[in-house]
């Protein structure tokens, strides 16, 4: 069974820092890009980043570009969201998800396995 458990997510203060984590299982993790998708309260969800299977190509939503990094430890099966310089507008339910092999990256759509997602409130 393909299992994604996030976790990481609290309350921090604007100009804060986190760190998501989203453990993966049942499936082999190093195969297939992975993604990280947030919603926020009362909107749909929308794509943050992605990244490559080993973890050398990253793209970033122009909203969080330069604060965010997404990396991966495939030998840990473990997907990472650093988030620095949290502003309020980052208050969200953080997914991460896989990308359906063949799937188009920024399309939700195309995300086959989701997390249960993990909240970021970002206020002071």
């Known amino acids: 069974e393909v299992q994604l458990v996030e976790s990481g997510g609290g309350m921090v203060q604007p100009g804060g820092s986190l760190r998501l984590s989203c453990v993966a299982s049942?499936?082999?993790?190093?195969?297939?890009?992975m993604t990280w998708v947030r919603q926020a309260p009362g909107k749909g969800r929308k794509w943050v980043s992605h990244?490559?299977?080993?973890?050398?190509?990253?793209y970033y939503a122009d909203s969080v570009k330069g604060r965010f990094t997404t990396s991966r430890d495939n030998a840990k099966n473990t997907l990472y969201l650093q988030m620095n310089s949290l502003k309020p507008e980052d208050t969200a339910l953080y997914y991460c998800a896989r990308i359906r092999l063949g799937g188009v990256p920024t399309r939700i759509d195309d995300y086959d396995y989701w997390g249960q997602g993990t909240q970021v409130t970002v206020s002071s």
């Open positions: 049942g499936f082999t993790f190093s195969n297939y890009d």
């Open positions: 990244i490559n299977t080993g973890g050398s190509t990253t």
